[in-house]
């Protein structure tokens, strides 16, 4: 999946949106695709969630650490 993506547009702007009003906000990729996602309609796969993640994180608009071993994605405050 590239950038151009409409599904993955679709799903970038939503993480934007969700982390513009929620600066703090840190997940995991299911915590994400659950709870930050949840409004999307119909709802992304893992797949393109975690490829839209990736995309953002190359962009550097999120980022990701392993706190106890766990994948846990946040964003980057510019």
Same mark, same amino acid.
């Given at each position: *999946?590239?950038?151009?993506? $409409? &599904?993955?547009?679709?799903?970038?702007?939503?993480?934007?949106?969700?982390? @513009?009003?929620?600066?703090?906000?840190?997940?995991?990729?299911?915590?994400?695709?659950?709870?930050?996602?949840?409004?999307?309609? $119909? $709802?992304?796969?893992?797949? #393109?969630? @975690?490829? #839209?993640? &990736?995309?953002? &994180?190359?962009?550097?608009? *999120?980022?990701?650490?392993? $706190?106890?071993?766990?994948?846990?994605?946040?964003?980057?405050?510019?």
């Amino acid at each position: *999946m590239v950038a151009d993506d $409409p &599904e993955i547009a679709r799903v970038a702007e939503a993480i934007r949106r969700y982390v @513009r009003l929620r600066p703090q906000a840190a997940d995991s990729l299911r915590g994400i695709a659950e709870s930050w996602l949840a409004q999307l309609q $119909p $709802p992304p796969s893992l797949d #393109t969630v @975690r490829a #839209t993640l &990736e995309l953002l &994180e190359r962009d550097g608009a *999120m980022a990701r650490a392993w $706190p106890g071993g766990s994948e846990i994605w946040h964003a980057i405050r510019r």
